[in-house]
């Protein structure tokens, strides 16, 4: 948990994650960056409550930290993420909704993951999609919502989709 609050005051997360000033005080950014780590390693296992998916993972990671593996991710993303959205990650609203922000940042940790040489996309105009939209709206806590997001970003960051 140390770890989530020192990797919330990093610059390139605070470039591409847009919260009001009061969420960066509250413990969302925090809450923000579990589920990254979390969706990272068991996205394809998720079944429903987000609740008990993130405490499961909070409890397992507490075990075996790998902490340095897991900034070596964060720093590798946060930092493709900063030049891929240098405006921020965020709808017309201007903040960035949790669950846009699960699938791309996983999408583009599983990307880089694939690709380490990534090029930085000249349009990012597919989180506005309705494909996106879908996956972000609405019911968006089912098992085919959030694989769906998270593999719809990874494959437009390796421009598979």
Request: proline share 3%; glycine share 6%.
């Amino acid at each position: 948990m140390d770890m989530l609050t020192t990797l919330a005051q990093d610059e390139n997360f605070k470039c591409v994650v847009r919260l009001p000033a009061a969420k960066w005080k509250d413990g969302t950014a925090e809450d923000y960056l579990l589920r990254f780590f979390a969706f990272i390693e068991k996205y394809t296992k998720f079944n429903h409550s987000v609740k008990d998916f993130l405490n499961e993972f909070a409890g397992e990671a507490a075990k075996a930290p790998r902490i340095t593996e897991r900034r070596e991710i964060f720093y590798r993303t946060f930092n493709y993420l900063a030049r891929s959205f240098p405006e921020g990650l965020k709808t017309r609203l201007g903040t960035t909704p949790v669950n846009l922000f699960e699938g791309v940042s996983v999408g583009a940790a599983l990307a880089l993951s694939a690709n380490e040489q990534l090029l930085v996309p000249n349009d990012t105009t597919w989180i506005q999609s309705e494909k996106m939209r879908n996956l972000t709206t609405g019911a968006t806590n089912s098992k085919k919502r959030v694989v769906g997001r998270i593999e719809l970003a990874r494959d437009y960051f390796l421009g598979t989709s």
